[in-house]
């Protein structure tokens, strides 16, 4: 399992070509809470990685069932070892 620490900035995801999604420099938020994250085989950036967050990770009010996308830089990403 992998997640990011929060206070961690985060850079959204927007639809573009195809429906593929790809960083949105525009929108960056801070996680507000530390996010166990679903790490995505994507094209999109060389300097980012894609990954699935919790939407309460970022937003208040969001429903813990939904995952959205997000992409990080590299060393943000932290790895749990199994106990």
Known sequence: MSFIEKGSEVVLSIKGH???FYPDPNSIETLIADADVIQLIWVGSIDLLPVLVPETSIFASGDSKNMIPVWIKKEMLK???AT
């Open 18 to 20: 195809k429906g593929f």
């Open 79 to 81: 790895s749990v070892k």
